[in-house]
């Protein structure tokens, strides 16, 4: 997941909850403000039979609107406290707000009952969640938007130094130029890539130079002591304990002399000296190298199965040829008299079996 789409998913989802949670309290807070208001008008209404009651001395006839009710009923005995209360479901079928107080009229005490509709109340909240609502999407994907155009531009510097990163390579003889920015961390992150770059290349190219001088050094020293041992193994007195114990030390040298050929070798592959492609036809390759060891499989009594079809590949050549030698090589070495060899290229695909007496190799 990409930073930006996981910024986005953390803002989203803080974002949405805090709208909810606002939505939430703001419903109740203007909930509770409306009702106050519809209270505030029923102690109005209150106040006003009770006027009316004092002056004329008798209830006031009702009159019924569409949005309030006044009733009155008889009470035998006065037990009635002053409250407010909501009703679901009123005359009208339709939620109210009910204010119930008792009155004395003369000597008789009457219970009133003053009720406002809430059907108003019900679609200002509605309207206003609604309003709210479609705001909260409307900030979503504004802020959504923009910050995903904002972020795609602060992080600009960030991609460019890693696309000049990728193209770097250890034994380029230019150090990568990582392009400048206003942005302090990313200043401070092309800096510290510039010094790491330059110190690596630095290193890579003392270890080059070390590992190269010291296997082109060890030639001249292993000539030298193979030369002495050929011209001590011709020697007309040696006894027969002097020449096993020399032919053992050749063997020795020649195992050293091979261990830095290799050495060598890989050197040259790391440092990309064998970097230069081409196509190659690679069953005529691989048909050269058959006929080379084709003599000395005759020697071994070895029996070579062929199937090879034409094939075309991109390589170097000089390592394609190393790595056929080798594993031709390794084919009749690891072979006994009469065994066989396997040769088969199909569909780019080259497989080389032998018969060993040896344990066979993991696939």
Not at 297 to 307: P, S
Request: with cysteine; charged share 20%.
């Amino acid at each position: 997941m990409k930073l930006l789409d996981r910024y986005n998913r953390i803002n989203l989802i803080t974002t949405i909850l805090i709208f909810i949670l606002s939505g939430i309290a703001f419903y109740f807070v203007l909930q509770y403000t409306l009702l106050k208001q519809l209270d505030g008008d029923l102690e109005i209404e209150e106040n006003e039979i009770i006027t009316y009651i004092k002056t004329n001395n008798e209830l006031p006839t009702p009159v019924q609107l569409k949005d309030q009710q006044i009733r009155f009923t008889r009470l035998k005995n006065v037990n009635l406290h002053r409250h407010f209360f909501t009703v679901e479901k009123g005359i009208d079928g339709e939620p109210q707000r009910q204010l119930t107080f008792a009155a004395k009229v003369r000597d008789d005490w009457y219970k009133v009952e003053v009720s406002k509709s809430l059907e108003g109340t019900e679609n200002i909240i509605q309207l206003v969640a609604a309003i709210t609502l479609s705001t909260i999407l409307l900030v979503l994907i504004t802020t959504f938007m923009i910050n995903r155009r904002v972020f795609k531009s602060l992080w600009q510097p960030f991609y460019l130094s890693l696309n000049v990163l990728r193209g770097f390579k250890l034994g380029n003889a230019e150090l990568p130029d990582f392009p400048r920015s206003s942005i302090e961390e990313f200043s401070l992150l092309n800096s510290t890539l510039q010094e790491a770059t330059a110190k690596a290349s630095q290193e890579y190219r003392s270890l080059k130079t070390f590992t190269e001088n010291a296997s082109h050094e060890l030639q001249t020293p292993l000539a030298i002591i193979r030369s002495k041992l050929e011209v001590l193994m011709q020697g007309p007195d040696l006894s027969e304990s002097q020449s096993q114990a020399l032919q053992g030390a050749t063997e020795a040298i020649n195992k050293l002399s091979r261990l830095n050929q290799a050495l060598l070798l890989l050197t040259k592959i790391e440092n990309n000296q064998f970097s230069t492609k081409e196509l190659v036809r690679l069953d005529l390759l691989v048909s050269e190298k058959i006929d080379l060891f084709r003599e000395i499989w005759q020697e071994m009594a070895l029996k070579v199965n062929i199937d090879i079809k034409p094939c075309e590949i991109s390589v170097n050549t000089a390592l394609a040829e190393l790595l056929l030698n080798n594993l031709f090589s390794n084919a009749s070495r690891h072979n006994f008299s009469g065994g066989e060899i396997n040769v088969v290229l199909h569909n780019g695909v080259l497989t080389i079996e032998n018969t060993s007496a040896s344990t066979g190799l993991d696939n």
